[in-house]
């Protein structure tokens, strides 16, 4: 792995769950496991992700949210203030099938504890290799988090409340020597893309009031960072290919996204249909795009050649330092691969990054 962190093969931390954790979690809902049991099949199953990661060559390695109940659980549950779940909505409409189980920002936000040290402490336990921990980006939550009709100031201020708590998550993971936090807002890539700003126009959602005051609260998590050199933290864009993209993006909510997204490394859709792919003339040199080139939502394997071709033509706008490859976003139990399909998909990558950086890696 080189110093500069500009490591080619990239994933998203999300992986598909083994049968076995499956079942241990449907037993201790039914209360045939407890506690401890659910843990152990937790363990379990994050010894064999790391393992895995490991033998495809991957720079961090996550475990595989296997300790969530859902993408917003390791805020949901080390946060008070969340009232009930929430049903419908615009922003929930505007994500279809891909949105996440929501909870009202009810009162005063406050963490009772770390969001995700345990799952790092976890995974140093059975590994000395550079970690990544995902988590959901403060603007990501704030926006899941507001009943309709919200006055903006309201979500602003619990966007802000996120920044801080999450914020200094980060900040403790960097500390304990985590190498890579990646923050995962799919929003965005709903809302800068043409079809998506188009839906969330309809829905009567602001699409540009919504981008800037999602960058509002994502940025101010590097606010007063003090983290090692090597650390570095990125933004997943991703939406497993639940946007549709076939129109291309949205060029005003685009250029306000590029000119002010602070992060050194984002992750973005780079699909077979050209006009679908991210555009990277807007991407500031030095910043790493991790291109989504394997899809995660079908077992059927994509040419090595095709992904060659789509390298080359990103190549012709960014340097060749600067790209990953990775998947189109984290698979997960709904992605509906198993675990070897999920497996040829992952080796599918690193063969593919191989073939440009092969005595780097």
Request: glycine share 10%; with cysteine.
């Amino acid at each position: 792995m080189a110093d500069d962190f500009k490591y080619h093969i990239d994933h998203h931390a999300g992986l598909t769950p083994q049968v076995a954790l499956i079942d241990a979690r449907a037993a201790h809902v039914r209360g045939e496991l407890d506690d401890a049991g659910l843990r152990a099949a937790q363990d379990a199953a994050v010894a064999e992700a790391v393992s895995t990661q490991r033998r495809l060559g991957l720079a961090a390695v996550s475990d595989g949210w296997f300790r969530r109940s859902d993408p917003l659980s390791v805020v949901h549950d080390q946060v008070t203030g969340f009232g009930d779940e929430l049903v419908g909505g615009a922003v929930a409409q505007l994500l279809g099938a891909s949105a996440p189980r929501r909870r009202e920002a009810v009162g005063p936000l406050a963490a009772t504890g770390r969001l995700a040290g345990h799952e790092s402490a976890a995974l140093r336990a059975v590994t000395e290799y550079p970690l990544l921990v995902s988590l959901p980006s403060p603007g990501y939550v704030a926006e899941l988090s507001v009943a309709e009709g919200q006055q903006p100031k309201s979500v602003e201020e619990t966007g802000a409340n996120l920044a801080a708590i999450i914020g200094g998550e980060i900040a403790a993971l960097a500390a304990e020597g985590v190498a890579y936090v990646l923050l995962h807002n799919p929003l965005y890539g709903f809302l800068l893309s043409a079809r998506g700003a188009e839906r969330a126009a309809e829905l009567g959602l602001p699409v540009g009031e919504l981008v800037d005051r999602m960058l509002a609260a994502d940025a101010a998590v590097l606010d007063g960072l003090e983290a090692p050199v090597h650390f570095h933290l990125g933004l997943d864009l991703t939406t497993g290919g639940a946007a549709d993209l076939s129109a291309g993006y949205a060029a005003g909510p685009l250029t306000a996204f590029q000119e002010r997204q602070p992060f050194d490394r984002i992750c973005v859709e780079y699909p077979a249909l050209e006009q679908a792919r991210f555009p990277l003339s807007g991407v500031r040199p030095g910043v790493v795009a991790s291109l989504g080139l394997v899809d995660v939502r079908t077992p059927e394997l994509e040419s090595v050649e095709q992904i060659v071709s789509r390298v080359d033509a990103a190549a012709a706008e960014l340097d060749i330092d600067d790209i990953a490859l990775s998947t189109n976003g984290p698979f997960t139990a709904e992605s509906g691969l198993t675990g070897s399909q999920e497996r040829l998909k992952l080796q599918l990558v690193e063969m593919a990054a191989r073939y440009f950086w092969g005595n780097e890696l």
